[in-house]
């Protein structure tokens, strides 16, 4: 049995609770890639949310796991690239709040632990630690396995598909498929500055 966490944006304008947070419900990673760096960046906020080494520590579970409290229509999302991942984002105060796939199909949540009520320390061990060859410090050698990480991940994920509660998102309409905003695909102008290291 889990436990469940709290989150909120830097601000508080936001709110919401992971239920059954455990390491059987879902995955602790570190992410170095350029892309989550370019989030962090385009949004103004690497100093809360990338580690020394450039690392976005993330914890991957299930949509119909969460439950917004306060703060939905703050909800905003921003794709890299048009066919890039959807990330959530706070707009009261531009807080990275988690990734999806752009469907609720994929049924995925990528979260920023940085806004967690608790250390990550009790998520469990990181299964992986991505795209270290991008991170811009030091990397444990233990860099984890990709294969486990995504054989869980696509476990929950089929469960949720064959069960049904991937149509219990809050980050989606079930029945059109669309996401609740309309993302924001960034501007050549606004990609350059994003990857600007």
Known sequence: MGHDIALTCACGGFRAVIRDVSER??????????????????????A???????????????????????????????QLARKGLYRWYARCCDTPICNTMGTPKLSFAGFTTANFDVSSDALGPVLLHYKADHATGPVPEDKGSMMRLMYRTMR???RSR???KWRKTPFFDAATGRSIVKPHVLSDVERTAAYAE
Do not use: F, K, M
């Open 25 to 46: 419900t879902g995955n602790h990673a570190i992410c170095y890639c350029v892309d989550c760096r370019a989030y962090a960046r385009h949004l103004g906020q690497e």
């Open 48 to 78: 809360r949310i990338l580690d020394e080494s450039g690392g976005t520590d993330l914890y991957q579970t299930q949509p119909w796991q969460v439950e917004i409290r306060e703060g939905r229509d703050q909800l905003a999302v921003l």
């Open 156 to 158: 929950n994920a089929l």
């Open 162 to 164: 064959l069960n049904g």
